[in-house]
């Protein structure tokens, strides 16, 4: 099952700290953490988008073996 995100999803991943997504793929999880990062020092729309599309592509990539963050990703 592939899950893609829109800015709106990846904004709320990206800056909601009152909720601490846990996923079951470290990988995935340091991706986010480094998005994170690059968002919080330039929050302008084109780093929203560079960061959608990144995870977008991981998850295209990777999506067959991360069913379970997929709920928590479609939950977004």
Sequence with gaps: MSVNITPD????????????YEFSLL??????????????????QAILQDCTNEVNEFLQKYGSIMEKDSAVISKL
């Excluded at 709320?12 to 909720?19: A, E, F, G, H, V």
């Design 9 to 20: 999803q990846a904004q709320k991943l990206l800056t909601d700290s009152s909720n601490n």
């Design 27 to 44: 990988s995935f999880s340091m991706l986010i953490t480094r998005l994170k990062v690059v968002y919080a020092k330039d929050s302008s």
